[in-house]
């Protein structure tokens, strides 16, 4: 029981940490994976470190910024950024604390937030809202049917660095496993879910008597709240 509520707070704080990244993704098109023109930089180049209260600190790199927080025992990472600059990400943790990274949180599925995912799931449990894994397991199918449209435009448009991306997704898509992404391994929205391959295995579900989160309705919350582990299913 105890790992469960464990687990159940940390989807939650996935929560929060998302609610400000969902509210952007009607406005932004789908991302799989950085375009050429990302690698523009070498990764100990770009990064920038900034404290915030307590072991609380920001990363800011290149696309979404990266935010962790060091624990007594482990390290908490919010989002990725893109593959080729990951390992700086981790460089630059390091050089804050030792204990390792054991949580990476996505807010998003875009490439700025999630890139990175291949070189943390080596070490880290990657959690994240379950419509996040649903979209980027789905975004090869969505780039072959939405981009070839897009591109034609950007083409008419004259609009050449536009186009690029799009023929580099759209390549990307043709080529890209759907196993080969690294998706969130743990998702939650009512329920949380572990995902080992083909089977997916419901930790817990929580019964809700508070419909919002709020900043002062989190204490709340988290004692109206009832966490129960039920059994797996496929």
């Known amino acids: 029981m105890k790992t469960a509520r464990l687990v159940a707070a940390l989807a939650f ?19 799989a994976t950085p375009s050429a023109d990302h690698h ?35 390290v908490l990472v919010v989002d ?24 990476l949180l996505n807010t998003h599925h875009h490439g700025d937030h999630v890139g990175g995912n291949k070189v943390f799931r080596q070490f880290a449990m990657i959690v994240a809202h379950d ?16 981009y070839p449209a897009r591109l034609e435009t950007a083409k008419k448009a004259g609009n050449e660095q536009m186009a690029k991306f799009l023929a580099d997704q759209i390549e990307w898509a043709k080529k890209v496993k759907v196993e080969e992404i690294a998706a969130p391994i743990m998702t939650f929205d009512s329920e949380l879910r572990v995902h080992m391959g083909d089977e997916t295995i419901q930790i817990c579900t929580c019964h809700r008597r508070t419909p919002t989160v709020t ?16 059994s797996s299913t496929r």
């Not at 100990?44 to 600190?57: A, E, H, M, T, W």
């Open 215 to 230: 900043a002062s309705s989190i204490s709340r919350r988290r004692k109206s709240s009832t966490w129960e582990t039920i």
């Open 80 to 103: 990725s950024e893109f593959k080729d600059i990951a390992p700086g990400i981790v460089a630059e943790i390091k050089k804050i604390s030792d204990r390792p990274i054991k949580f």
């Open 40 to 74: 523009d930089r070498q990764p100990q180049d770009i990064f920038r470190v900034k404290p915030l209260s307590g072991n609380v600190y920001a990363l800011y790199g290149r696309g979404g910024n990266v935010g962790f927080f060091v624990g007594p025992e482990a």
């Open 131 to 146: 419509n996040v894994r649903k979209r980027m397991l789905s975004s090869p199918a969505d780039i072959l049917r939405d």
């Open 13 to 31: 704080s996935a929560s929060v940490f998302s609610s400000a990244a969902q509210a952007r993704q009607a406005k932004a098109a789908p991302q």
